[in-house]
């Protein structure tokens, strides 16, 4: 196709014109059940009543004022976050790369303010992915999205997959803090263990260093609570969300303990968009539906019954479902064929889902599914794994 877009995505032959639940209408007529929500973002799905409403609601006002005047839609989202997790600050930005961005600063600068301006180096791991801009490229540390765009930028020390005793071998003099997602989401959907997690936070603690969670994929309810690494019993100092937030509007936020957010002061940070009114109130609606109760219990409920469907296609397939992998709505399918494959026969049988590294296919419902949802999404999947085993060579190994 002629287009005047950069050619940086593989985009498949599809555009949609109606979408309402979890449900996208394509310009042709054809239904699709998508399970990949926009990579995470449709949180509420499509056409949420709620979110439509504080949108028309929020058009008719200022749409930006800029971060020189009082934002009070910015002050009660903030006000929100703080109180649904271990925060006490939050900055807000456009996107999870610039979240991560604020939550690397001010882990580098928390050290500065305590008079040690040498360590502005943290830990990271092996698969991770923090996002597109050159600091957050250098901390994912994925080479083939590096390569050609110069001196990889300084202070990131990758540390093997859950390997505690490497984690605390890679500690010097000039290490501020670790930087991780609690589940790799790119990655492919790679789950760090709970008592990992603990001995994270311990490791920190002993020595005087931050722990700054990504959370842009993993937050805002996906994994069964607001944030994943609730679940390990850890708090963490800074955390990165974006993605869920919005609803489909673009907003980011770090979240950040007001010790870790010392060196944060007058001048030390700015977005121009960041927090705008508009989607300030956007994300508040978000919160009203995500925060309200039972939520969180039933998209880990539903999480649940997801998970036995996969597996019951994973007894059934052997040739095509290699494992399942995740939490909450967050799935991880590793597959034997190539992934690409899978995500293309899924689409076929009106089902959308999202490639991930280690040839993993991820689901990522908006998490208003129903039970009904599902079961149709594990009958659609149904039907591209029977179309894909015919062609499947028998156990090939992943990645081929
Ligand atoms: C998507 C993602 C990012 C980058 O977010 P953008 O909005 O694309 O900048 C960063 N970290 C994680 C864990 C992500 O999943």
């Known amino acids: 196709m002629n287009s005047a877009l950069f050619p940086t995505y593989a985009r498949a032959d599809v555009s949609f014109e109606r979408g309402e639940g979890p449900w996208l209408f394509a310009a042709d007529g ?35 004022v800029s971060n020189l005047y009082q ?7 903030a006000r929100r976050l703080t109180e649904a997790t271990f925060a ?21 600068k928390y050290h500065a303010a305590n008079g040690a301006p040498e360590r502005y180096r943290l830990i990271t791991f092996e698969g991770a992915f923090h996002g597109r801009t050159l600091a957050t490229l250098a901390a994912g540390g994925n080479a083939k999205y590096l390569e050609g765009f110069g001196p990889k930028v300084d202070g990131f020390d990758p540390a093997p997959f859950g390997d505690l005793a490497a984690v605390e071998a890679l500690i010097g003099p000039e290490t501020a803090g670790i930087l991780l997602e609690p589940i790799q989401g790119e990655g492919g959907v790679r789950v760090f263990p709970r008592n990992f997690l603990k001995g994270l936070r311990e490791l920190c603690d002993r020595r005087g260093l931050l722990l700054a969670v990504d959370e842009v994929q993993t937050g805002v309810g996906r994994t069964g609570t607001f944030l994943c690494i609730e679940q390990a019993g850890v708090s963490p100092d800074i955390a990165a969300l974006a993605k869920g ?15 870790a957010a010392k060196g944060m002061t007058l001048g ?3 977005s121009t968009f960041g927090g705008n009114p508009l989607a300030a ?16 219990e039933r998209v880990a409920r539903l999480g649940s019954l997801l998970r036995q469907r996969l597996a019951e296609l994973g007894d059934r397939y052997p040739s095509v479902i290699e494992s399942i992998r995740g939490e909450g ?24 889902t999202i490639g991930a590294g280690d040839n993993v296919v991820r689901l990522l419902p908006p998490l208003i599914v129903e039970e009904e949802h599902i079961l149709e999404a594990a009958r659609r999947l149904d039907n591209a794994c029977a179309e894909l085993q015919k062609s499947a060579k028998p156990h090939t190994g992943a990645g081929l």
């Open 88 to 108: 006490d600050l939050v900055f807000f930005s456009n996107s999870g790369a610039e979240a991560v961005e604020c939550a690397i600063k001010t882990a580098r």
């Open 245 to 259: 937030l919005g609803g489909g509007f673009p907003i980011g936020a770090c979240l950040a303990t007001r010790e």
């Open 329 to 352: 709505l967050l799935f991880g399918v590793k597959t034997r064929v190539p992934n690409t494959e899978f995500v293309a026969a899924a689409r076929k049988a009106g089902l959308l």
């Open 30 to 64: 054809d239904r699709y059940l998508d399970f990949g929500g926009g990579v995470a973002v449709m949180s509420l799905g499509y056409a949420h009543p709620h979110l439509v409403e504080t949108l028309r609601d929020a058009a008719e006002k200022p749409w930006h």
């Open 268 to 270: 030390a940070h700015g």
């Open 71 to 77: 934002v009070p839609q910015a002050e009660r989202l």
């Open 281 to 296: 109130a956007v994300g508040g609606a978000v919160l009203d539906v995500v925060l309200s109760p039972g939520f969180m």
